[in-house]
């Protein structure tokens, strides 16, 4: 799943966000043999590249959580938003959607 994730990252568009290929990655998420571990492995690794795009990419998980745990998502958000707090609005939206799953 890897070099499939890898080859399509690398071949987006000029210009385009990494959230572009959010659709396809969520939808790897439910029609893979592992129901998405795979997608959920690189996307964490993603989490932290120097690759903005990747980084977007990542975020763009809609279907799953990056972490189930609130404090060790919210840690690594944390550390995502320092670096590139032009993607706290998204990190913040993520937050917000855990706590109106899971509460507070």
Not at 34 to 62: F, K, P, Y
């Amino acid at each position: 799943m890897r070099a499939v994730l890898e080859g399509m990252i690398s071949r987006l568009a000029p210009g385009l966000p990494g959230s572009a290929l959010s659709e396809i990655i969520n939808r790897l998420l439910w029609v893979t043999d592992d129901n998405g571990t795979d997608v959920v492995a690189v996307c964490r690794g993603w989490l932290h590249s120097d690759d903005i795009r990747r980084v977007e990419a990542a975020l763009s998980l809609d279907e799953c959580w990056l972490y189930e745990d609130k404090g060790e998502l919210r840690s690594h958000l944390s550390a995502v938003g320092s670096r590139w707090p032009q993607l706290l609005p998204r990190i913040q939206q993520i937050l917000g959607s855990y706590d109106d799953q899971f509460g507070h």
